[in-house]
């Protein structure tokens, strides 16, 4: 059974950073890509960063040269570090997962974590 678990989030002062994790069972990361979306209060939900099964990356322009993306192969999880934090930053945050390769579309979802940008 495919199940994704998102975990780190919380509240954050401005300027600091969000370490979050999405780890995956039910399947390997080297057969998926897992993309990261986050849904701020009253706006759509947008899709910010996403690594193939190749490890190829991709970062939204929202945080684009904030956040790094790592595989911790042991834990089968995707880590997102988001630096600098903003309040715009404030959302809803969830993991999925497709066959390989970034995309529009995704198979499977996490639940979400939430997360404050707050003083």
């Known amino acids: 059974q495919v199940q994704l678990v998102e975990s780190g989030g919380g509240l954050v002062q401005p300027g600091g950073s969000l370490t979050l994790s999405c780890a995956a069972s039910g399947f390997t990361l080297s057969d998926y890509a897992i993309g990261w979306f986050r849904q701020a209060p009253g706006k759509e939900r947008e899709r910010i960063s996403c690594i193939s099964s190749y490890g190829r990356t991709y970062y939204a322009d929202s945080i684009q040269g904030r956040a790094t993306l790592t595989v911790d192969n042991a834990k089968n999880a995707v880590i997102l570090q988001l630096n600098s934090v903003l309040p715009e930053d404030t959302a809803d945050y969830f993991c999925?997962?497709?066959?390989?390769?970034?995309?529009?579309?995704?198979?499977?979802w996490g639940q979400g974590t939430q997360a404050t940008i707050s003083s």
């Open positions: 999925a997962a497709r066959r390989r390769l970034c995309g529009q579309s995704f198979d499977y």
